[in-house]
Every structure is written in C-alpha cells, then in structure tokens.
C-alpha cells in the first residue's frame, strides 16, 4: 500500500534493518551552509576522527562567522608528506562529482595571505584506520588528492617566478615501507581567489580536477590515476597556512604538527625560534555532490590518459546549482543524528529509513508518496509538505 500525504509530522516510527542503503539520491549529501546546525551533525572531522586532541582550525563554522558559508581559520599547519592539516569531510562510497565556490584572503579579510603556501579548496583521502592520535599514527600512511586556491609561492619549481594569487593542486601516495609519504604537486597564477568554482570527481580509478573562474567556462585543471584508491573516501574541505613554520618540523618531525596545535601557547616547540604567521580566511559556499553518468562514447575509454579535456567537459562542464529536481524517488538511509532536505518541483516518493535523531525535511510542489518500506525510527523528526523547490 502507498500512503500518499499532503501535510505529514513524525516522531515515531519502528526500526527496520535493511543492508547499507542504494547509492542514489546522493545530493542528500549537499550542504548549501545556511543551517549552522549542519556542521556537527553532516561533517566530520578528523581531528576528532583520528584522535588527535590538537585541532588545527581557530575557528570553524557554518553561517555564522560569514553568512551561507562554511568559514575555516586554520593554525600554523600543513598537508605535505606525512603532515596532516584541516579536513571537514564526509564519507562517500560511490562514484561522485563534489562541486564548491571558494574564496580566500588573510585574516583580515583585505587581500590575500601574507604567509606562503595558504590555500583552502576540496580533498578526498584514503581514511587512516586509527582513533587514538599518536598513539595509533604511523609515517608514511598519507593518500590524497586536493585542488586549493590562495598563495601558494613566487618560486614553486612549477611556476617559478609566477605572482599570487595560486591553484595548488597535489597528490600524495602513501609509502609505508619507505616513509615518508610522497607529495606531488603543481602550481599556477590564477587571475583571482575570490568566488572560485572547484570540482572535482571521482570515476572508478579517474580523479578529474576542474577550475572555473567567475564569468568563465569550467576547464580540467588536471587529471589522476588513483588505482590505489579504497572505495569509500573522505570528501571535503581542506585548509593550511604558514608553511615557513611547518617546514622547520620536517622531515623529524612530522609528529610534533599532527598533535600539536602550533599557535602562541605551543609547549615543547622544536623550532620555539622560528615566528608564527597563520593568515589564512577560507570560505566555502556550498557542497554539491552529483552522481556521474559517463556518455556511451566514453564507456571504455581512459578517462585520464585517453579522453580529451572537451570530451570530458562534455558531461562534467555543467552549472552547478542548488538540487531541484522535477521527480525523484528516495531510498538513502539517512543516518544517526543526520540533517536533511530534500525539495522537487512535482512529486516525490519514498521507501527509506530515517535513523534516531535524524531531523529530515522533504518537500515537493505536487504530491509526496511514502511506500511501505518508508520508516521513522523512534526519535527521529521528520516533516513532509507541499512547497515546491525554486
């Protein structure tokens, strides 16, 4: 039986278990960072994750320190080699397109960092398997792959006397046996770090980066092979700055950053000489995450060392833009304490599960259809009404 609703509360519901979720309806994923509600409870952060007790952001929120924003203000820190930064993320398991419009200045808000290598964009890493911190770290454990924009240096080997501000793009492979991790990475002069559009997706082994600047078309910026990569990943935001003072840690130790907050207040500093300057405003507008749909043409071809840029622009050049579909059928689990919204311009209908302490929104401007299998766990809060999505 079908119930079909025009107006709909729920507290209550009966657990059902049912295997790991479909992989549709990604864009539940999407975050438009109008709700600072969504931070702890959509994103997770590997300072937490990982057991680190040393959390590398000053400050970090959702519409608060920048209205619609996610705003990240890093310490002195870093990703390179076995250095970890900042990253606010969330696990994906599937083939994905992740799109953001970033921009970044110093901390004061008036041009661009001061500090070398001070850039904010989109990572996706291997996930390390260890909570407790130092304790369960091990050099050389470092899988990624990041696009980030802000000032990076005047004399990169890669761009050697090129002016800010900069894409940094790297790549970085884990070597265990031989640590520590070997960072890859380019740079390029950029005509601006404001309102930058960043995506990038993730094709079975293909790793496609893309830039677009504000009244531009979108380009691939570069392209990886990451066989190596697991099938779930952590995607989302990173931010590092003052590299002048992280570097003095290298290459002995790694360590002392990761678990360490390196401000004013550090205790035990290797490098106590050596001065601070963290000045690094990352601000992100949105998270939208896309499912991939590959053209016929393309089904077989190398995506990183066969297909051109135009033929890769072909279904990965589109606009992005808030999720509004005209139909659609959900049947993603949304998880423990998970905020959500789903709006479509007609009908919606759905058979999922909705987990303790979820707080889920769907809304649709014709009908709303909830199948059998469509449960609210005790707890739960839901709301279903008719409001059609601009």
């Known amino acids: 039986m079908i119930k079909q609703l025009l107006l709909f509360f729920c507290t209550l519901g009966m657990l059902l278990i ?24 959509n994103w997770l952060n590997i300072n937490d994750e990982e057991g680190w007790n040393a959390e590398h952001l000053e400050v970090h929120d959702v519409d608060n320190s920048t209205t619609g924003h996610l705003h990240m203000m890093p310490w ?44 904010a964009g989109i990572m996706l890493r291997t996930p390390r398997n260890f909570s407790n911190g130092a304790a369960g770290w091990t050099a050389g454990g470092e899988n990624y792959i990041f696009l980030a924009t802000g000032f990076a240096a005047n004399n990169h080997p890669t761009c050697s006397g090129c002016p800010g501000p900069h894409f940094e793009v790297k790549t970085t492979t884990e070597r265990p046996f031989n640590p520590p991790s070997q960072s890859n990475l380019e740079v390029s002069s950029i005509p601006t770090a ?6 990038v997706a993730r094709i079975d082994h293909a790793i496609i980066v893309l830039n677009r600047f504000p009244g531009g078309n979108w380009q691939v910026h570069q392209r990886y092979d990451r066989s190596d990569f697991p099938t779930e990943l952590q995607v989302g935001f990173v931010t590092y700055t003052d590299w002048p003072k992280i570097s003095t840690y290298a290459p002995n130790n790694f360590l002392y950053q990761n678990s360490n907050v390196i401000n004013a207040n550090a ?4 490098t106590a000489g050596t001065p601070l300057n963290p000045d690094l405003i990352g601000q992100f ?7 991939v749909v590959v053209p016929t043409t393309l089904m077989g071809v190398d995506l990183v060392s ?28 949304i998880t423990v304490g998970q905020i959500a919204e789903m709006s479509v311009q007609n ?7 909705i987990q303790l302490n979820a707080d889920v929104s769907y809304k649709a ?26």
């Open 347 to 353: 009908d919606l209908t759905a058979d999922n599960l």
């Open 76 to 119: 002195s820190s870093s990703w390179y080699q076995d250095f970890r930064g900042t990253l606010i993320h969330k696990r994906v398991d599937q083939n994905f397109v992740v799109t953001s419009e970033v921009t970044v200045t110093n901390r004061a808000g008036t041009g661009l960092p001061s500090s070398s290598y001070s850039l």
């Open 18 to 41: 049912i295997p790991k979720g479909s992989m549709a309806q990604i864009q539940l994923l999407n975050d438009e960072f109008d709700n600072a509600a969504t931070l702890h409870a």
């Open 306 to 333: 066969q297909a051109s840029d135009a033929e890769l622009l072909s279904f990965l050049g589109y606009d992005s833009e808030a999720y509004c579909p005209f139909d659609i059928h959900v049947d993603r689990t």
């Open 194 to 199: 404001s309102n930058v559009q960043i995506r």
């Open 365 to 390: 401007g014709h009908s709303l259809e909830f199948q059998d299998d469509f449960e609210v766990v005790l707890g739960a809060e839901f709301s279903a009404e008719i409001d059609v999505c601009n």
């Open 285 to 291: 507008d949105y998270a939208r995450f896309d499912e």
């Open 267 to 270: 205790v035990n500093d290797p």
